[in-house]
């Protein structure tokens, strides 16, 4: 059964710090990785990855995947309050199989 | 335009209502999604449409009955509920090429059963 890991659940952080959330994955077909960002409702989309070791940015976002070791990490630095939310991954295996959902990090950043 | 909306932004029902959520994209997107989200947890998908049939179901009670009336629009219809049917039920949509493409997610709707 294809399976979508993220660590840590949770993380408190002051502002201005780095983190790195961690999304591992098992899989038959790989085909792509993705991270949303979910505040209050809705998850919105932050990155999509296909390919190893090309790193997509987006401000002081991040991310990057490692296809050998079966991972990818999403780098946030210098946390703001607003970067307070969970961040789901979620990966896609094959054509006819839609994304699998992890659990997500819940990331609290504290002035 | 990456817009998905949804309707209505809350719901309060009781367990003999009959009512519908409606969900509308006008990216030219051929998938569309059902996601149930319990407090703190995952979406968890409930119905997949891709070309305006359904495609997926995953196992989801009868009281839950989803409608594509054209490419552009979903319906949840919802009768009978029970109260742990509680939840934010979010629509999503992706180009439908494959369905691991990226979605898009609407606002979501807020349900609560009495």
């Known amino acids: 059964e294809d399976k979508v890991v993220q660590s840590p659940l949770s993380l408190v952080v002051h502002e201005g710090d780095t983190v790195t959330l961690n999304c591992s994955y098992e899989?038959?077909?790989?085909?792509?990785l993705l991270w949303y960002k979910q505040e209050k409702k809705a998850p919105t989309f932050l990155f999509m990855l296909?390919?190893?070791?090309i790193e997509k940015k987006s401000g002081r976002l991040s991310s990057i995947l490692d296809k050998k070791e079966l991972f990818s990490i999403l780098n946030i630095t210098a946390t703001q309050t607003g970067d307070s939310a969970v961040y789901l991954c979620?990966?896609?295996?094959?054509?006819?199989?839609?994304?699998?959902f992890g659990k997500g990090t819940r990331l609290s950043v504290i002035a | 335009d990456t817009e998905v909306t949804q309707t209505p932004k809350h719901l309060v029902m009781g367990m003999t209502n009959k009512k519908s959520l409606k969900c509308e994209q006008h990216?030219?997107?051929?998938?569309m999604y059902w996601y149930k989200q319990k407090a703190k947890k995952p979406p968890e998908l409930m119905f997949v449409?891709?070309?305006?049939?359904?495609?997926i179901n995953e196992s989801v009670p009868s009281r839950f009955s989803p409608e594509c009336p054209n490419s552009s629009l979903l319906n949840l219809h919802l009768h009978a509920l029970q109260p742990e049917d509680s939840a934010l039920y979010l629509c999503?949509?992706?180009?439908?090429?494959?369905?691991?493409?990226?979605?898009?997610f609407g606002p979501g709707t807020r349900l609560t059963v009495l």
């Open positions: 999503a949509s992706s180009s439908g090429t494959v369905l691991t493409d990226t979605q898009y």
């Open positions: 899989v038959t077909n790989f085909r792509s």
């Open positions: 296909t390919s190893s070791g």
């Open positions: 979620a990966g896609g295996f094959s054509g006819n199989t839609p994304l699998v």
């Open positions: 990216m030219g997107h051929r998938a």
């Open positions: 449409y891709s070309y305006e049939k359904l495609s």
